[in-house]
């Protein structure tokens, strides 16, 4: 499968150097004449999967939103998005790449570094091509070529006001505020947002810079002021941002204090206030990427402390009380190399870069107060190609902690899902999405839920709840060609969604539903967003239940 992804993966390196000639050293582009050129369609000289290059020229070109020539009718309207609008700066770009000039790299190294890049939500698309493949001067007898390097991102609009309403079971969620996800073109985001939710409204403040003052160290801060509480969120660390990078540091903090439910039929039982408070702090190991793997090793320690209070309806809280835990621990992370660039899988006809390989995470810690708790947490994951036009991705997690005094497990939870997309011609999908879940010491103030916005879209929210669930939906997609503005990509779904949720009440059902959507992703905002708009009508009645359900949500893939 190996040969398959390189292939699929290396699609922009493929192209063939005739076009210029074949003397490879020969320039194949000329940079100014990418500033307008279609970015799907720019490829480079063909570069070897096996070998290795030194890297001469690095040449970055950064694309505005709109390309202004393209179409007539709104070429006027284009033109002033650009000039109001504010380029990713070229050293914010420069400082992303995982290579200098005069570095040794792979044709894997230069497909990651895309990857990286694609991966922010401000840059729609990148392509990093070999426009020069050239003997090495003075070192012909190692074998090393130097390659010549474009850089080609396209921006999308990053300052948006924002005026939008949510549906799901029947209830409205509407957001209003102002949002940056590229501030003068540094890459750090900027929100202020009023919202209205299933649980409360409030007002919401946040800043991220992955890339503080262009270093590797990435900051986040959050407040939201609720009318039921309040909630402040900070963290400051260095990621394993690349899989050849050997350390990481985080530490991080969250505290809330907010209203909290029980439901069954979708609506509240019960109600108590929850406060909960998080600090982590944790340093990472690694040795890199070798023979197509990366092996992690990451040791912390963590304070977690619930704390439940009643309502004010309320006489006493629901579930124990407090609980709190401070743990040291340790995990272990191993991760295949194996992606493919893709088309038609989670967005609507935009690269995409889809994980193939196998992934491996497993971590454990002890907690000494009290009963003295172990806590431990396992995922796998997996993808793998099924002959042309099949691709399954697949996976498990589980975690909880286990009481050493009583022998007993407490929030234990454990999930497996698998998704399977067949593609039956070049604009027809079936995709087939699954999951369970079981939970074993469910404390009482925890729920499985299921309906709405956890699923089952012709259903009210939360409209079943219990200690385990399934679910599963089988969706039959259309990708359009229609581009209108070449603003919006447009695909349309017909889809059946089978669930249930149970194990506190044993009257519950197996609910189904059918429904029609459609699929909108935008090209030049927000790349991380695809919005739905699905009809559903459910198949099995109950209460509470309306004939039609109506939901608009903005989601992360389709």
């Known amino acids: 499968m190996r040969s398959f992804i390189l292939g ?3 699609i922009a390196w493929s192209a063939v150097s005739g076009a210029a000639g074949t003397d490879g050293c020969t320039p194949l582009h000329v940079a100014a004449d990418l500033h307008s050129a279609p970015i799907e369609a720019i490829s480079g000289r063909s570069l070897d999967a096996t070998a290795s290059y030194r890297v001469g020229n690095i040449t970055v070109v950064r694309q505005d939103v709109f390309n202004p020539d393209d179409p007539a009718e709104a070429r006027a309207a284009f033109r002033l998005a650009n000039r109001w609008h504010i380029v990713t700066r070229e050293g914010v770009v420069r400082e992303l790449l995982l290579f200098r000039s005069g570095d040794t790299v792979t044709a894997a190294t230069i497909q990651e ?7 922010k939500s401000y840059l729609y698309d990148v392509r990093i091509v070999a426009n020069r493949v050239c003997p090495a001067r003075g070192d012909r007898s190692a074998g090393v070529a130097v390659i010549d390097l474009i850089v080609v991102t396209r921006d999308v609009w990053s300052l948006s006001p924002e005026l939008s309403v949510t549906r799901t079971g029947g209830v409205d969620r509407v957001r209003a505020g102002v949002s940056e996800i590229n501030l003068a073109g540094s890459g750090s985001e900027l929100d202020l947002t009023v919202f ?17 003052g262009r270093s590797r160290v990435g900051i986040r801060l959050r407040y939201d002021d609720t009318d039921d509480g309040e909630l402040l969120e900070a963290g400051i660390g260095r990621p394993f941002y690349a899989l050849s990078v050997r350390r990481s540091w985080n530490t991080y903090v969250l505290r809330s204090s907010s209203l909290q439910g029980l439901y069954r039929g979708g609506g509240r039982t019960e109600s108590f206030r929850r406060d909960y408070r998080l ?28 704390r439940h209070a009643p309502a004010p309806t309320q006489e006493a809280p629901v579930g124990p009380g407090s609980r709190r835990f401070v743990y040291p621990w340790m995990s272990f992370h191993r ?40 806590v431990a947490s396992a ?38 899902w698998a998704r399977y997309r067949h593609r039956q011609a070049r604009r027809w999908a079936l995709i087939l999405d699954g999951e369970a879940t079981v939970t074993d010491g469910l404390t009482a103030d925890q729920q499985v839920l299921i309906g709405g916005s956890s699923g089952l879209r012709g259903y009210p929210n939360r409209y079943q709840a219990g200690t385990r669930a399934y679910r599963f939906t089988a969706e039959e997609r259309f990708y359009t060609d229609l581009y209108p503005l070449r603003i919006l990509r447009i695909a349309l779904a017909g889809f059946v969604d089978v669930g249930r949720a149970w194990g506190w009440h044993d009257d519950t059902e197996m609910l189904a539903n059918v429904g029609v959507g459609f699929r ?24 509470g239940v309306s004939g039609v359900e109506v939901t608009l949500t903005s989601k992360r893939s389709l």
Do not use: C
């Open 8 to 10: 699929v993966a290396g």
């Open 113 to 119: 570094t895309e990857r990286a890049l694609r991966s």
């Open 196 to 212: 209205e939710n299933l649980d409360r409204q409030g007002v919401s403040a946040s800043y991220t810079d992955a890339n503080l």
């Open 279 to 306: 600090a982590q702090v944790s340093s990472g190991w690694s040795q890199g990427r070798r023979a197509g793997w990366v092996n992690r090793l990451v040791a912390g320690v963590t304070l977690e402390d619930w």
């Open 335 to 374: 991760i295949e190399d194996e992606y493919a660039q893709v088309r038609n899988v989670d967005r609507v006809q935009t690269t995409e870069d889809v994980y193939l390989g196998r992934r491996y995470d497993l971590m454990l810690g002890y907690a000494p107060d009290g009963d003295g708790h172990l």
């Open 379 to 416: 995922e796998f994951r997996d993808g793998r190609v099924r002959g042309d036009d099949g691709l399954l991705r697949y996976g498990a997690h589980a975690s909880g902690y286990w009481n050493t005094a009583t022998g007993q497990p407490e929030n234990a939870i454990a999930r497996v």
């Open 520 to 543: 909108f992703e935008s090209t030049r905002t927000n790349r991380k967003l695809v919005y739905h708009l699905d009809v559903a009508f459910p198949v099995v009645d109950g209460p």
